[in-house]
Each structure stands twice: as structure tokens, then as C-alpha cells.
């Protein structure tokens, strides 16, 4: 697969674990154990002031066509 043969500089094609390329340097990986991890830390809190931030936002787009379909259907039954 790929460039066979003799490596050169600057070649990157080679076999799975054999690319070519320069060793990496200066990466630094760091782990954490699972049960030290906290996946819904805060979640509620942010859901609350999230869904309120939101329909603060939106309310003036939904809210105003549902008065003027309530106030149409309570003029159509009453007529």
C-alpha cells in the first residue's frame, strides 16, 4: 500500500505504524478515572436558566399568534 521501497525525506506513504514521518514531539496527553468525572455537573441549573433565557427570547413569536387564533376561534364559536 503506498509508496514502497527505500524511505526518503519528505516521503509520508508507508505501511500502518511505518508512515514516514518524523517522530512526534511535545504532545501531552492527560486522563481522568471515570468515577472521578462529573457528566451532569450543573446540568439542572443550566436547564432552568436556559429554557427561561430562551423563551424570554422567543415568547413575542409564539405568544402574540396564539392570542390572535384564541381570540378568532372564542369570536367564530360565539357567532
Not at 518524523?22 to 432552568?48: D, E, F, K, S
Amino acid at each position: 500500500m503506498g509508496g514502497g521501497g527505500e524511505k526518503k525525506p519528505g516521503q509520508y506513504m508507508g505501511w500502518w505504524g511505518s508512515l514516514g514521518s518524523p517522530p512526534q514531539r511535545g504532545i501531552i496527553t492527560y486522563a481522568m478515572a471515570q468515577n472521578r468525572q462529573r457528566a451532569l455537573a450543573g446540568a439542572a441549573h443550566a436547564a432552568v436558566f436556559n429554557t427561561y433565557r430562551r423563551t424570554k427570547g422567543q415568547i413575542l413569536y409564539w405568544a402574540v399568534p396564539m392570542l390572535i387564533g384564541y381570540e378568532l376561534m372564542n369570536w367564530a364559536t360565539e357567532k
